[in-house]
């Protein structure tokens, strides 16, 4: 198996690719000042297993489509989204989120917890919004800086990782920038990295090594999740992600 591919297979044991939380996914939620009972059209881009598309999709009468580039997590959403129906308000797109498909001017709500650093904050602000209807609205979850001054370590990790990196305020400025109006922000909780995200990773671990024979290749994707969760153990005071709904002008 290819480094990538054993990447998607330990993520896949978790509900969440990404610290995030039932509360906060509904805080956001509530934040878009969206009717629950109409039938908007939504996208979940980067969804991976769907933690938020399920919540969405049990909330409201959305139609939403859950968009990720990787079928595996596509296909475990699907078997947890069966149990929603007769509802099925949720249809599956295996897209690239640099190039998606979705036509001009047709979604209400754009959604995306945890993904848009993958084409970068800037790039998806700029791709993304020619697809919402006027006044539509966007809720996404970046990786932020929380603190105007960060120990030498974590600023050169992170700088290294994605450049992009930055605080809220100047997420807020980029928003703006790029044509939307900021609704709201907040803060992830700690507990939605360690309680939600790392230490259910964790517990995964061993079975991963086992199933794929402690490989080097298998030991080196659990030390890089490792080192990402020793560097928040450590130095959570200074980045989370910041949740930003925002609705297009
Ligand atoms: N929203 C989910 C997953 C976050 S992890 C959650 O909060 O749990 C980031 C997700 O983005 C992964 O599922 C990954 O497969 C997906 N992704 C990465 N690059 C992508 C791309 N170019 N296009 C679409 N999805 C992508």
């Known amino acids: 198996m290819t480094e990538l591919g054993l990447l998607i297979d330990l993520h896949l044991r978790n509900h969440r690719q990404g610290p995030g939380s039932t509360t906060e996914t509904l805080k956001a939620m509530a934040l878009t000042g969206l009717n629950p009972a109409s039938s908007l059209k939504v996208a979940d881009i980067g969804c991976g297993t769907g933690?938020?598309?399920l919540i969405l999709a049990r909330e409201t009468n959305w139609q939403i489509r859950a968009v990720d580039l990787f079928p595996a997590f596509l296909k475990k959403l699907e078997k947890q989204a069966s149990s929603l129906a007769p509802k099925q308000t949720i249809s599956l797109a295996q897209e690239d989120m640099n190039q998606l498909s979705f036509k001009a001017q047709s979604l209400d709500l754009i959604w995306s917890e945890g993904a848009i650093y993958s084409m970068g904050f800037a790039n998806g602000l700029k791709k993304w919004r020619e697809f919402l209807v006027d006044d539509g609205i966007l809720a996404i979850s970046e990786i932020c800086w929380t603190s105007a001054n960060r120990p030498a370590e974590i600023e050169a990790?992170?700088?290294?990782?994605?450049?992009?990196?930055?605080?809220?305020?100047?997420?807020?400025?980029q928003l703006?920038?790029?044509?939307?109006e900021l609704i709201n922000?907040?803060?992830?909780?700690?507990?939605?990295?360690?309680?939600n995200y790392f230490e259910p990773l964790e517990q995964t671990i061993p079975l991963f090594l086992k199933e794929h024979k402690h490989s080097e290749l298998a030991k080196k994707v659990v030390e890089a999740h490792r080192m990402e969760y020793e560097l928040y153990r450590k130095f959570q005071a200074y980045y989370s992600y910041g949740f930003f709904i925002a609705r297009k002008i």
């Not at 990790?157 to 400025?173: D, F, G, H, S, V």
């Open 185 to 195: 922000s907040f803060i992830l909780e700690a507990n939605s990295w360690l309680n």
């Open 157 to 173: 990790y992170w700088n290294a990782e994605y450049p992009e990196i930055a605080t809220l305020e100047e997420k807020a400025k």
């Open 51 to 53: 933690a938020s598309t």
């Open 176 to 180: 703006e920038s790029h044509g939307y």
